[in-house]
């Protein structure tokens, strides 16, 4: 069954970086998109970026030249590299592939404060 773990988050001071990574099984993980997204206090899980399979990538307005998606398919792996993080990043993030249905990792805590 597909499977997705995150890991990587943590507390970080505005301005400061943190990389995510998710690693996936259960499924040929080179063919598939694969995203972030990401859910703040009170708010809606909202896409952060997504990678296709080619490669192809797609950024939120809120993110963009900040943070950077990236995969290693030999590794069944996707990555975020977050830059200049900044308070309204704080959020729980989660990796997500759909494959006929909709599959989520547990959720990484990323809180950005001094």
């Known amino acids: 069954q597909v499977q997705i773990v995150e890991s990587g988050g943590g507390l970080v001071q505005p301005g400061g970086s943190l990389r995510l990574s998710c690693v996936a099984s259960?499924?040929?993980?080179?063919?598939?998109?694969m995203g972030w997204f990401r859910q703040g206090p009170g708010k809606q899980r909202e896409l952060v970026a997504q990678?296709?399979?080619?490669?192809?990538?797609t950024y939120a307005d809120s993110v963009k030249g900040r943070f950077t998606i990236s995969r290693d398919n030999a590794k069944n792996t996707v990555y975020l590299r977050m830059n200049s993080l900044k308070p309204e990043d704080t959020a729980v993030y989660f990796c997500h592939v759909a494959r006929g249905a909709d599959y989520w990792g547990q959720g990484i805590q990323v809180t950005v404060s001094s």
């Open positions: 990678t296709t399979s080619s490669g192809t990538t």
């Open positions: 259960g499924f040929i993980f080179r063919l598939y998109a």
